[in-house]
């Protein structure tokens, strides 16, 4: 008697994944959520694509203030911090007591 060949981890995944989207698409409203789901690599490419944008903005940005700290005589103590972390502000005490 042959006994059954048993599936590995990744063919019952795979098997329970297309079960359950067989599942989710006899749902009700279940096109909406199709149809986000089959965007979702085209909007995961197209935020890569900003992110590396703003990458490449960060690195100019770096080289500017470099040049902007030379230019004002401050050499090259270090680099401006660009992020835009809140300042605290705390009253100012007046002098006339």
């Not at 590995?8 to 986000?36: F, H, S």
């Not at 935020?47 to 960060?58: D, P």
């Not at 940005?61 to 300042?87: N, P, Y």
Request: hydrophobic share 30%; charged share 35%; proline share 4%.
């Amino acid at each position: 008697m042959a006994r059954p060949k048993q599936k590995n981890i990744v063919e019952r995944l795979t098997g329970a994944g297309e079960e359950a989207m067989q599942r989710i698409g006899g749902a009700p409203g279940a096109d909406k959520e199709m149809a986000a789901l089959g965007s979702l690599p085209k909007r995961v490419d197209e935020l890569q694509r900003s992110v590396r944008g703003l990458e490449k903005l960060e690195k100019r940005l770096g080289a500017i203030e470099k040049r902007l700290d030379k230019l004002e005589g401050k050499g090259s103590s270090g680099s401006r911090k660009t992020s835009s972390a809140k300042r605290s502000t705390a009253p100012r005490k007046s002098s006339s007591t």
